[in-house]
C-alpha cells in the first residue's frame, strides 16, 4: 500500500504553514513529543511510500479515508509491534487527520471515518525491573566529588524519589524546586504540572549540587564540559536530554558493577515501593503523573508476592521409583 497517489494539479505541493504534519507537531509543548510523534509520522510515511529516506512532511495526509486508515492499523500491527508501540502511532495518525480536517483540507465526514480506529488491545506485565536499595547505594558511591559526579548523585537521587519520566526530569528548571516544600514542579504529559517530593537524603544531595551549579536561572540539571563547567547559553545552564540522562544511568551502573538501569525502571520501582508501603491507589497516580489508576495499578507488586507465596506452600515429592 502507498499514500494516496496526488496529481500535481488535483493537489499542488503542501506548504509548510498548511501542512498538517508541521502543524500537528508545531501543536505539541514538548520537545520529546515532538520528537516521538514525528518518529510515528515519518516511520508511517516510510511503510506506505517503501522510501526509506521519507518523511511526514509534504505527504497527502489529507487523502486518507477510512479504507486507507484500516489498512495502516493492519500494517502496523503485521509489523509484531507491541500494542503500546502501535497505538502511539495511531495517535500520530488521527492527530495529523485532525489538523488536515481544522485546515479545510479534508471534510469533517471524511476525518470522523479515517479516524475512527480501534485501538489495539493487548495485555502485558510492564517494562523495566525493580532497582534494589543497594543497586541504588552503589550507583550513588560510584559518582565521584567532581561537578559531574556531584549532579549525577543528586539526578539519581531525584529519580528514586519521584519516579519521574527522563523527559520529566529533563525539563526541570531551578525555579521548579522548592526546598521548604522539599518539592518539585513536575510538566508531564500533555503539559499537566504536578509537584512531586524528595527524601531528606536527596535534598542533601540536590543542594551539594546547587552548590556547584550556583542560581542563575536555567536548567536544574545541565551537561558538563571536561574541564567541569556548565554548559550555558546567554548565562543560562542549559538542560540535559532525555538521552543525555540515560547515559548517565548507564555509565554511573556500570562503574558499580551493576546490570544497566533506566529511567523508567526508577519508576516502576518507586511506584512498586509505594504501593507496597501501602500508599492508596490514587496518590500514588498523583504523584506519577498516570491519566488512569488503571495504568498506576499494573505496576502494584501485591498480587504478584501473593501468588508466589501460594506456590511456596507446595513441596516437590522426593524422588523414588514406582512399585
Not at 63 to 76: A, G, K, P, S
Not at 200 to 218: D, K, Q
Not at 272 to 297: C, F, I, K, R, Y
Amino acid at each position: 500500500m502507498s499514500l494516496p497517489a496526488v496529481s500535481e494539479a488535483a493537489a499542488p505541493p503542501v506548504e509548510p504553514a498548511r501542512d498538517p504534519y508541521h502543524v500537528y507537531l508545531d501543536s505539541l509543548t514538548s520537545p520529546e513529543s515532538r520528537r516521538t510523534m514525528r518518529g510515528c509520522l515519518d516511520r508511517l510515511a516510510r511503510l506506505l511510500t517503501g522510501d526509506d529516506s521519507a518523511t511526514g512532511a509534504g505527504q497527502p495526509w489529507h487523502l486518507l479515508r477510512y479504507e486507507h486508515t484500516v489498512r495502516i492499523r493492519t500494517m502496523l500491527t503485521d509489523q509484531g509491534w507491541s500494542a503500546a508501540y502501535v497505538n502511539k502511532h495511531l495517535v500520530a495518525l488521527r492527530r495529523v487527520l485532525k489538523e488536515a480536517w481544522r485546515l479545510g483540507q479534508t471534510s469533517a465526514e471524511d476525518f470522523a471515518r479515517a479516524s475512527d480506529l480501534a485501538p489495539v488491545r493487548q495485555s502485558r506485565l510492564p517494562t523495566g525491573h525493580h532497582v534494589p536499595p543497594e543497586v541504588v547505594g552503589a550507583a550513588l558511591s560510584a559518582c565521584d566529588d567532581s561537578p559531574a559526579g556531584v549532579r549525577d548523585a543528586a539526578l539519581i537521587a531525584v529519580l528514586y524519589s519521584t519516579g519521574c519520566r527522563r523527559a520529566e526530569l529533563a525539563g526541570l528548571a531551578l525555579a521548579d524546586y522548592d526546598p521548604g516544600a522539599r518539592s518539585l514542579r513536575v510538566r508531564g504529559k500533555r503539559d499537566k504540572e504536578r509537584l512531586v517530593y524528595l527524601t531528606a537524603e536527596a535534598i542533601g544531595l540536590v543542594e551539594r549540587w546547587l552548590a556547584i551549579r550556583g542560581t542563575a536561572p536555567g536548567a536544574l540539571f545541565s551537561p558538563i564540559s571536561k574541564y567541569g563547567t556548565l554548559r550555558r547559553r546567554d548565562g543560562r545552564p542549559v538542560r540535559l536530554t532525555g538521552q543525555g540522562i540515560a547515559d548517565i544511568l548507564t555509565r554511573r551502573f556500570g562503574e558499580a558493577g551493576a546490570s544497566r538501569r533506566t529511567a523508567h525502571d526508577f519508576r516502576r520501582t518507586f511506584i512498586g515501593e509505594l504501593l507496597d508501603a501501602g500508599v492508596d491507589l490514587a496518590t500514588a497516580q498523583a504523584l506519577v503523573g498516570h491519566s488512569s489508576p488503571a495504568t498506576t495499578a499494573r505496576y502494584d507488586r501485591r498480587p504478584e508476592k501473593t501468588r508466589r507465596d501460594a506456590v511456596d506452600r507446595l513441596r516437590l515429592p522426593p524422588a523414588r521409583p514406582l512399585g
